[in-house]
């Protein structure tokens, strides 16, 4: 299996930056991508955005152009976020995924989570 840990979270002002880091151990070569989802209470949790292998990614709209996602190398994702705003505040998770036909909107599609971390933006 594989095992991620997420770190990184914190509390910042609008405008402000954070970068949540997750690390992978286990099998992750077996994986075929890596995200980072969230969640607030009493919400479906949401995808945020996505890399495959060959680094290929992908964002949720409300993210586009403050969000960057990376692989910095085989056992850690990183997330940047600049630009916070309220709305970004939300548990973070790191996922990853052995299935085919995985894809950001749905977390069924994903078999490996961490634990997240908090990220909370105040105005």
């Known amino acids: 299996g594989v095992r991620l840990a997420e770190s990184g979270g914190g509390s910042v002002q609008t405008g402000g930056s954070l970068r949540l880091v997750c690390t992978a151990s286990?099998?992750?070569?077996?994986?075929?991508?890596m995200a980072w989802f969230r969640q607030t209470p009493g919400k479906e949790r949401d995808g945020v955005a996505t890399?495959?292998?060959?680094?290929?990614t992908r964002y949720a709209e409300a993210v586009k152009g403050r969000f960057t996602i990376s692989r910095d190398n085989m056992n850690t994702l990183s997330l940047q976020m600049n630009n916070l705003k309220p709305e970004d505040t939300a548990v973070y998770y790191c996922?990853?995924?052995?299935?085919?036909?995985?894809?950001?909107?749905?977390?069924?599609?994903?078999?490996?989570w961490g634990e997240g971390t908090q990220v909370a933006v105040s105005s």
């Open positions: 996922a990853a995924t052995t299935l085919l036909g995985w894809n950001l909107t749905n977390d069924l599609t994903w078999n490996y």
């Open positions: 286990g099998s992750i070569d077996s994986t075929l991508a």
């Open positions: 890399i495959q292998n060959e680094g290929k």
